[in-house]
């Protein structure tokens, strides 16, 4: 087995098997991890072309913002509205700084429920999607464990 990552999706018998080899032969120090699938590449695409729609649409306290601007706002705001709450620190120049979750650790279910929160907060902008905003995560959300 060479020193590169692999991973495997536990989804039918021959990816178990795999997996199961694959630790077996592993070189000792190598380190393994079970858990929950994370958000998909679809709703990170879908989540990121939303924040890029806003951008060009809305403006916030009066300015426009860059679509990572809006980011940091709806996952500051969904942490809110599905209380899972802030840590507001100073930063390191004495700035205010949201320790907020990470959206690339985010499972489907959660991704989804940003989605749908984004949604909600376009629609009541007057936001146009460039696409069906929640095109396939309902089946997601519900598919997820």
Request: aromatic content about 8%; overall charge neutral; hydrophobic content about 40%.
């Amino acid at each position: 087995m060479s020193d590169d990552k692999q991973r495997f999706i536990l989804s039918h018998a021959m990816a178990r098997a795999k997996a199961v080899e694959a630790v077996k032969q592993a070189p000792d120090g190598f380190h393994v991890e079970v858990k929950p699938r994370t958000r998909s590449l679809d709703q990170n695409a879908k989540f990121h072309a939303m924040c890029t729609d806003v951008s060009k649409q809305a403006t916030y306290m009066g300015r426009k913002l860059t679509k990572l601007q809006w980011k940091n706002l709806f996952v500051s705001g969904h942490a809110i509205a599905t209380e899972l709450g802030t840590d507001i620190v100073p930063g390191l120049e004495g700035e205010f700084v949201n320790i907020r979750e990470s959206t690339a650790d985010m499972g489907i279910k959660r991704k989804a429920s940003l989605i749908e929160y984004v949604t909600a907060w376009g629609a009541e902008n007057g936001i146009v999607w460039s696409e069906p905003a929640l095109q396939g995560y309902e089946e997601l959300a519900r598919g997820a464990a």
